[in-house]
């Protein structure tokens, strides 16, 4: 820049911009000379002095070269030594004290320079008194404030010779880096306590120190939670875009769960490697991609990555900040159950999110919205109809209006099943008001039919997610089928009224085959099929409906069959015998996969692909495997276990591992066995059930949440044939075919809308059932006539209905009969049939489901090439699942993850279709732990 310009710039500077107009016509200035000050003057538009702000520009070059600023100047009784860093408001110095009182080392904070501007200024004395308030061992402590001798305002601060978050974490696992992490959150929950919001959090605002210890650094920016200050603070756009919240992109009101969210990207960035936003588009896109766009899921960046973890990381990244965690202690809690081998809770809350984002694009006839617009098209319509009526349907309708603004309250406090009641309440109240008037109005009689339909799904269609309220529902539909029959008595060509109709009936066909009223069913069925050919006639089916119109064909045909059972006075094919006490023992126990924590049972802690035997077992008659323990019921009655013991699941009295079996304290006389994740149950003679291990949730049925080290009996459960273990919750079949459930209930998978139980209560709307499974958080049940039911879960399909939303109720798993065994594992379910093939539905990312792919199904596939199979075994491994098959021939096959060898393949690679495990025959009994495999053999031969 030449000094004609820069003399010319100086002198323009403090004009306006008609003053300036005037001096360059006046003064002649040449054209090219003109263009380069107007360009200087125009980059300092922003008000502010203008030398001060040429003092800032040039201090901030220096700062960015690294060359040392403003040495030997004092602040106070503090000496400058040299530039740290800059922050969007101040420049930190190293500092040492010169008064010779004592010698300390400090981080002195600048206002910058310029920051005599108001905004800048009361920030900066905000940071101070919020700094003042603040006194945690994972936050840089404020040791002393004060002014320079020009007046500048300066922060004494705590000085952390530390390593950026993100590079020290470069060096640990990942168990070191969660609790790390979780150090942090304890940090900004303290913050948070104390009204204060830090709105800056990124990896170079957190350092670790010398001894591992993560401080929290930079609240320039923070926000004092209160409400009498100045809205306008909150939408200061001070922000670091790959770590920013989007409603501080927008310059929203943020609160503590802008932190949560930022806490959310650091953590991505520690897994992953990288940002949760990519930003490589440019700065005009950066809102949009911050509001707009879904991080990838971080198990597809880093794939050993733990499922958990991307339900955690995908709650804290919401971009609804009322839907994220409400605060950091629940994000932390959360990060420590994957240590601690529990459920996670942002799995339970997954569902409902997703129902009501599902709400808010379409009409889903479940969820409030959809029967919101009903009700107020409904309205609306009257009103056009005749003044009087709609002076009445306006005060229903803002009424309406008034009771959905506290049910929006209600679903985003999380009390989603009493919003839903209310929702039914409230739309019954108003259909039975307006129903009167319909008048023979074709299109609101429909309208209210549409209505009745909506809240009957809502009330109790198993294969919705529902209330579970049956008899209701069925009433709902009735009242609906007699409006829509209104309008097809006199308009029997009337599409739309043939179209629900059919709707009406093939959910009366739904609740029908659940309730086992078989009669009921062939009735629905042929109304569906009479009102659809109706439809067909006229104009031909969608694909949709075509569905429909199988469905239905189907589901007659199988009434029929059945209800020809019932009216003979013959049962229905029991296709399953009940468990029986008395089994072959297998004289051998081997086992393959990993290792550290023994669960091999062989005495030693190294992982092996090749089978070895488990010590001193034999007469073995069950084995069960948890995720890192195992189970071994011998012909004498007593139980053996082996591995982890970390909550007392070995039953031993403590919770010292074992790398060799041990004798579960003081069961005998047991008949069957299952292993949990982290507990363990058993069946004695008598029918009692009896618990051990893990009680987070209460899965051991002890009306407490107290692990216990040695078996319980579970009282007031008597009768029971059948057990099963989930990741926290328990499943028993008692004599009668009743089912009953006790535990963690996140996702429903207790059978019941509500919190965790710690004691049985009984899954309702199921009976006849002869077997159970337990998987992460659903559930499975086997009937005696060979079809299979399932509830809890569903975010991949493992219940089997062709949707993908959680349910409280049992709902047939579709396209399968004659079932004869099935088992659970973490997201994904599998079945064996009596013609000998296997069936797999869910999660499929570690191709677990064995049929030649890594995709998720909702519906049962085929198990790839397996036949002649006799039992089967699904891991319940939060890493990545496999697949166990025994064949009638005694050899056993194996599909999905391999990490630990548990396929007995060298190379550890996943398989996506079964592979025989070598070396295995004569087997007789199988089971699929955590990452590794047991065998049960009848001979001396592997």
């Given at each position: 820049?030449?000094d004609?310009?820069?003399?010319?710039?100086?002198?323009?500077?403090?004009?306006?911009?008609?003053?300036?107009?005037?001096?360059?016509?006046?003064?002649?200035?040449?054209?090219?000379?003109?263009?380069?000050?107007?360009?200087?003057?125009?980059?300092?538009?922003?008000?502010?002095?203008?030398?001060?702000?040429?003092?800032?520009?040039?201090?901030?070059?220096?700062?960015?070269?690294?060359?040392?600023?403003?040495?030997?100047?004092?602040?106070?009784?503090?000496?400058?030594?040299?530039?740290l860093?800059?922050?969007?408001?101040?420049?930190?110095?190293?500092?040492?004290?010169?008064?010779?009182?004592?010698e300390?080392?400090?981080?002195?904070?600048?206002?910058?320079?310029?920051?005599?501007?108001?905004?800048?200024?009361?920030?900066?004395l905000?940071?101070?008194?919020?700094?003042?308030?603040?006194?945690?061992?994972?936050?840089?402590?404020?040791?002393?404030?004060?002014?320079?001798?020009?007046?500048?305002?300066?922060?004494?601060?705590?000085?952390?010779?530390?390593?950026?978050?993100?590079?020290?974490?470069g060096?640990l696992?990942?168990?070191a880096?969660?609790?790390?992490?979780?150090?942090?959150?304890?940090?900004?929950?303290?913050?948070?306590?104390?009204?204060?919001?830090?709105?800056?959090?990124?990896?170079?605002?957190?350092?670790?120190?010398?001894?591992?210890?993560?401080?929290?650094?930079?609240?320039g920016?923070?926000?004092?939670?209160?409400?009498?200050?100045?809205?306008?603070?909150?939408?200061?756009?001070?922000?670091?875009?790959?770590?920013?919240?989007?409603?501080?992109?927008?310059?929203?009101r943020?609160a503590?769960?802008?932190?949560?969210y930022?806490?959310?990207?650091?953590?991505?960035?520690?897994l992953?490697?990288?940002?949760?936003?990519?930003?490589?588009?440019?700065?005009?896109?950066?809102?949009?991609?911050?509001c707009?766009?879904?991080?990838?899921?971080?198990?597809?960046?880093?794939?050993?990555?733990?499922?958990?973890?991307?339900?955690?990381?995908?709650?804290?990244?919401?971009?609804?900040?009322?839907?994220?965690?409400?605060?950091?202690?629940a994000?932390?809690?959360?990060?420590?159950?994957?240590?601690?081998?529990?459920?996670?809770?942002?799995?339970?809350?997954?569902?409902?999110?997703?129902?009501?984002?599902?709400?808010?694009?379409?009409?889903?006839?479940?969820?409030?919205?959809?029967?919101?617009?009903?009700?107020?098209?409904?309205?609306l319509?009257?009103?056009?109809?005749?003044?009087?009526?709609?002076q009445?349907?306006?005060?229903?309708?803002?009424?309406?209006?008034?009771?959905?603004?506290?049910?929006?309250?209600?679903?985003?406090?999380?009390?989603?099943?009493?919003?839903?009641?209310?929702?039914?309440?409230?739309?019954?109240?108003y259909?039975?008001?307006?129903?009167?008037?319909?008048?023979?109005?074709?299109?609101?009689?429909?309208?209210?039919?549409?209505?009745?339909?909506?809240?009957?799904?809502?009330?109790?269609?198993?294969t919705?997610?529902?209330?579970?309220?049956?008899?209701q529902?069925?009433?709902?539909?009735?009242?609906?089928?007699?409006?829509?029959?209104?309008?097809?008595?006199?308009?029997?060509?009337?599409?739309?009224?043939?179209?629900?109709?059919?709707?009406?009936?093939?959910?009366?066909?739904?609740?029908?085959?659940?309730?086992?009223?078989?009669?009921?069913?062939?009735?629905?069925?042929?109304?569906?099929?009479?009102?659809?050919?109706?439809?067909?006639?006229?104009?031909?089916?969608?694909?949709?409906n075509?569905?429909?119109?199988?469905?239905?064909?189907?589901?007659?045909?199988?009434?029929?069959?059945?209800?020809?059972?019932?009216?003979?006075?013959?049962?229905?094919?029991?296709?399953?015998?009940?468990?029986?006490?008395?089994?072959?023992?297998?004289?051998?126990?081997?086992?393959?996969?990993?290792?550290?924590?023994?669960?091999?049972?062989?005495?030693?802690?190294?992982?092996?692909v090749?089978?070895?035997?488990?010590?001193?077992?034999?007469?073995?008659?069950?084995?069960?495997?948890?995720?890192?323990?195992?189970?071994?019921?011998?012909?004498?009655?007593?139980?053996?276990?082996?591995?982890r013991?970390?909550?007392?699941q070995?039953?031993?009295?403590?919770?010292?591992?074992?790398?060799r079996?041990?004798?579960?304290?003081?069961?005998?006389?047991?008949?069957?066995?299952?292993a949990?994740?982290?507990?363990?149950?058993?069946?004695?003679?008598?029918g009692?059930?009896?618990?051990?291990?893990?009680?987070?949730?209460?899965?051991?049925?002890?009306?407490?949440?107290?692990?216990?080290?040695?078996?319980?009996?579970?009282?007031?459960?008597?009768?029971?044939?059948?057990?099963?273990?989930?990741?926290a919750?328990?499943?028993?079949?008692?004599?009668?075919?009743?089912?009953?459930a006790?535990?963690?209930?996140?996702?429903?998978?207790?059978?019941?809308?509500?919190?965790?139980?710690?004691?049985?209560?009984?899954?309702?709307?199921?009976?006849?059932?002869?077997?159970?499974?337990?998987?992460?958080?659903?559930s499975?049940?086997?009937?005696?006539?060979?079809?299979?039911?399932?509830?809890?879960?569903?975010?991949?399909?493992?219940?089997?209905?062709?949707?993908?939303?959680?349910?409280?109720?049992?709902?047939?798993?579709?396209?399968l009969?004659?079932?004869?065994?099935?088992?659970?594992?973490?997201?994904?379910?599998?079945a064996?049939?009596?013609?000998?093939?296997?069936?797999?539905?869910?999660?499929?990312?570690?191709?677990?489901?064995?049929?030649?792919?890594?995709?998720?199904?909702?519906?049962?596939?085929l198990?790839?090439?397996l036949?002649?199979?006799?039992?089967?075994?699904?891991?319940?491994?939060?890493?990545?699942?496999?697949?166990?098959?025994?064949?009638?021939?005694?050899?056993?096959?194996?599909?999905?993850?391999?990490?630990?060898?548990?396929?007995?393949?060298?190379?550890?690679?996943?398989?996506?279709?079964?592979?025989?495990?070598?070396?295995?025959?004569?087997?007789?009994?199988?089971?699929?732990?955590?990452?590794?495999?047991?065998?049960?053999?009848?001979?001396?031969?592997?």
């Amino acid at each position: 820049m030449g000094d004609d310009v820069e003399l010319l710039f100086r002198e323009l500077a403090e004009l306006s911009p008609a003053e300036r107009r005037i001096y360059f016509e006046r003064n002649q200035v040449a054209p090219d000379v003109r263009a380069e000050v107007e360009s200087l003057l125009s980059f300092d538009a922003d008000p502010g002095p203008t030398i001060e702000r040429m003092v800032a520009g040039e201090a901030q070059d220096l700062l960015r070269s690294g060359e040392t600023a403003l040495p030997n100047r004092r602040c106070g009784p503090y000496r400058l030594v040299h530039i740290l860093g800059r922050g969007g408001m101040g420049s930190v110095y190293l500092a040492r004290r010169a008064d010779g009182e004592v010698e300390q080392s400090v981080a002195i904070k600048l206002l910058r320079y310029g920051g005599d501007e108001p905004a800048f200024r009361s920030r900066f004395l905000r940071e101070r008194q919020i700094l003042a308030n603040l006194s945690h061992p994972g936050i840089a402590r404020l040791l002393d404030a004060g002014h320079t001798s020009a007046g500048q305002p300066y922060l004494a601060m705590e000085h952390i010779d530390g390593t950026p978050i993100d590079v020290y974490a470069g060096k640990l696992d990942l168990r070191a880096k969660l609790a790390l992490f979780i150090e942090v959150c304890d940090a900004v929950g303290y913050a948070h306590r104390n009204l204060i919001i830090h709105r800056d959090l990124k990896p170079s605002n957190i350092l670790v120190d010398k001894a591992g210890r993560p401080k929290l650094l930079d609240f320039g920016i923070a926000k004092i939670l209160d409400a009498s200050q100045d809205e306008t603070q909150t939408r200061e756009r001070v922000l670091t875009p790959n770590f920013a919240s989007p409603e501080q992109v927008r310059g929203m009101r943020q609160a503590v769960t802008s932190d949560i969210y930022s806490l959310g990207a650091v953590l991505y960035l520690l897994l992953t490697g990288k940002s949760p936003h990519d930003l490589s588009s440019g700065d005009r896109e950066v809102e949009s991609v911050i509001c707009n766009r879904q991080a990838e899921p971080a198990s597809r960046l880093n794939p050993s990555l733990p499922k958990d973890l991307d339900f955690i990381l995908a709650k804290a990244l919401r971009k609804e900040p009322e839907e994220r965690y409400p605060y950091v202690a629940a994000f932390a809690d959360d990060l420590r159950a994957i240590l601690e081998w529990r459920p996670v809770r942002a799995r339970s809350g997954d569902g409902w999110y997703r129902v009501r984002k599902f709400v808010r694009r379409r009409r889903l006839p479940v969820a409030a919205a959809a029967m919101a617009l009903a009700g107020l098209s409904i309205g609306l319509y009257a009103a056009n109809r005749e003044r009087a009526v709609a002076q009445r349907r306006f005060v229903q309708v803002r009424q309406l209006a008034g009771k959905w603004i506290e049910l929006e309250r209600d679903i985003r406090s999380g009390n989603g099943p009493k919003a839903r009641e209310r929702i039914v309440t409230t739309m019954l109240g108003y259909l039975a008001g307006i129903g009167t008037e319909a008048h023979g109005d074709r299109e609101l009689t429909l309208e209210i039919a549409s209505a009745y339909l909506q809240v009957a799904r809502v009330q109790g269609i198993p294969t919705e997610f529902s209330l579970g309220q049956f008899a209701q529902a069925e009433e709902s539909l009735r009242k609906a089928d007699a409006f829509a029959g209104t309008v097809l008595a006199g308009s029997p060509g009337n599409r739309r009224a043939l179209l629900l109709s059919a709707d009406i009936a093939y959910y009366r066909m739904v609740l029908a085959s659940f309730q086992d009223r078989y009669q009921d069913v062939a009735a629905r069925a042929t109304e569906v099929t009479a009102r659809l050919d109706q439809l067909r006639a006229s104009a031909g089916l969608t694909p949709e409906n075509q569905r429909v119109y199988d469905e239905a064909i189907r589901r007659r045909h199988q009434a029929m069959e059945l209800a020809r059972h019932v009216e003979s006075g013959r049962e229905t094919p029991a296709l399953v015998a009940r468990p029986q006490a008395s089994r072959i023992a297998g004289d051998r126990l081997g086992a393959l996969g990993h290792n550290t924590y023994g669960q091999l049972g062989d005495g030693g802690t190294a992982d092996t692909v090749e089978l070895v035997r488990v010590a001193a077992m034999n007469k073995v008659v069950a084995i069960s495997s948890g995720l890192i323990h195992s189970l071994a019921l011998r012909s004498d009655g007593t139980v053996w276990a082996w591995g982890r013991n970390s909550n007392g699941q070995l039953g031993t009295g403590s919770t010292t591992a074992s790398n060799r079996p041990v004798r579960v304290r003081g069961l005998n006389h047991v008949v069957a066995i299952a292993a949990g994740f982290q507990h363990s149950l058993a069946i004695t003679t008598d029918g009692t059930v009896w618990s051990w291990g893990a009680n987070f949730t209460g899965q051991l049925g002890t009306r407490n949440k107290l692990d216990a080290e040695s078996p319980a009996r579970i009282s007031g459960l008597a009768g029971v044939v059948a057990i099963a273990g989930g990741a926290a919750h328990s499943l028993a079949v008692k004599s009668d075919g009743s089912v009953w459930a006790w535990g963690f209930n996140g996702n429903g998978q207790t059978g019941h809308i509500g919190p965790d139980t710690t004691a049985p209560t009984q899954v309702l709307g199921i009976g006849h059932v002869v077997a159970v499974a337990g998987g992460g958080a659903h559930s499975l049940a086997l009937k005696s006539d060979g079809t299979l039911w399932a509830w809890g879960y569903n975010e991949f399909g493992q219940l089997g209905n062709g949707t993908n939303l959680d349910s409280s109720a049992p709902i047939r798993v579709a396209g399968l009969s004659n079932v004869v065994a099935i088992t659970a594992g973490d997201d994904y379910s599998l079945a064996l049939k009596s013609d000998g093939t296997v069936w797999g539905w869910g999660r499929n990312s570690d191709e677990e489901m064995g049929n030649g792919t890594n995709t998720a199904s909702s519906l049962p596939v085929l198990v790839a090439g397996l036949t002649d199979v006799v039992a089967i075994s699904a891991s319940g491994h939060q890493k990545g699942g496999h697949s166990l098959a025994l064949k009638a021939d005694g050899t056993v096959w194996g599909w999905g993850n391999n990490h630990g060898g548990q396929l007995g393949s060298k190379d550890k690679s996943t398989s996506s279709l079964p592979v025989q495990v070598p070396g295995i025959r004569e087997a007789i009994g199988i089971t699929a732990g955590g990452g590794f495999s047991l065998v049960l053999f009848a001979g001396s031969n592997r």
